[in-house]
């Protein structure tokens, strides 16, 4: 609406665009009827940030373990990958081969659990196509700047909404293949509300981490001492694939969050859009 916005393509660069690409490549998907809308106890940019961090899974969700919808938490020690996009836009997590793909796909069919990590959908040829290799490796979650997270392998998506200093409203949507049988639909429909949204696990598991740490937060001892930022800090080598995506390969890290704060203040700093275009932080360098 604001003339002197950039164009969409423009401001979604190659990142914004390769986590859009992780729906569109699931094939002839359509959005299921409603949307799922609740508020939590937190700050907006708190369940932001909760989008790129991979190191919470293995802790935080035994809780989903222990209710026996999910046998493990699939998301052992792997090499990670860190897409940075201009003006905020992210992708962060596990780095997944072929190799890899067809080995989660052998085991999900020989598991009885809820949670199917089955992720060949994306060495089918129309898929690869669009994704490329690069994208095709991306397990991680894509973030579009400033609060869309593209989530659990381009089935859903969810928005995180300011109601205010310390309470954001979720919404929820779930997108599934248009030709999915009535039976395959309810399980997948069954799958995504019992996931994420306000029935999910480990969405449950999340949003107490969110309310119970904005509590800490307020507490008398907290504010006398800063936050710790530095996870990985100074090892982020960027580099630049052939497709024009600025990654690093890294562990564990924290590269996305402080890539979205880093964006966050250009934001705040710049007056208009004019300001933003010329003065945004492009991915380079060392983080």
Aim: proline content about 6%; glycine content about 10%; hydrophobic content about 40%.
């Amino acid at each position: 609406m604001d003339p002197d916005a950039p164009a969409l393509d423009d401001f979604l660069g190659e990142v914004g665009k390769l986590g859009l690409t992780t729906i569109a490549a699931h094939g002839d998907i359509a959005v299921v009827d409603g949307v799922q809308k609740y508020r939590m106890a937190c700050n907006w940019k708190l369940a932001v940030d909760n989008i790129y961090d991979w190191y919470h899974p293995p802790i935080t969700h035994v809780s989903a373990l222990g209710s026996g919808y999910v046998s493990k938490v699939p998301w052992g020690p792997m090499d990670h990958v860190v897409s940075l996009g201009e003006y905020g836009h992210a992708i962060s997590g596990p780095r997944m081969d072929r190799e890899m793909r067809a080995s989660g796909a052998k085991e999900a069919a020989s598991s009885d659990c809820e949670l199917r990590e089955d992720e060949t959908w994306r060495d089918r040829p129309d898929a690869f196509a669009q994704l490329g290799e690069f994208g095709a490796e991306q397990r991680g979650h894509p973030g579009i700047f400033p609060n869309l997270w593209v989530a659990s392998s381009g089935t859903q998506l969810s928005l995180r909404l300011p109601r205010g200093p310390e309470s954001t409203e979720i919404w929820w949507f779930t997108l599934l293949d248009k030709n999915l049988s009535p039976e395959e639909r309810a399980e997948a429909v069954s799958r995504a509300n019992h996931f994420f949204g306000p029935a999910g696990l480990f969405e449950q598991d999340d949003g107490e981490n969110w309310d119970q740490g904005t509590r800490a937060s307020r507490g008398l001892i907290s504010k006398r001492y800063p936050m710790n930022f530095a996870m990985n800090l100074g090892h982020g080598v960027i580099k630049q694939h052939p497709s024009g995506v600025a990654h690093i390969d890294a562990p564990l890290n924290e590269h996305a969050q402080l890539w979205t704060y880093r964006a966050w203040a250009d934001w705040m700093a710049a007056r208009d859009w004019a300001e933003l275009k010329r003065n945004h932080a492009v991915p380079s360098g060392v983080m």
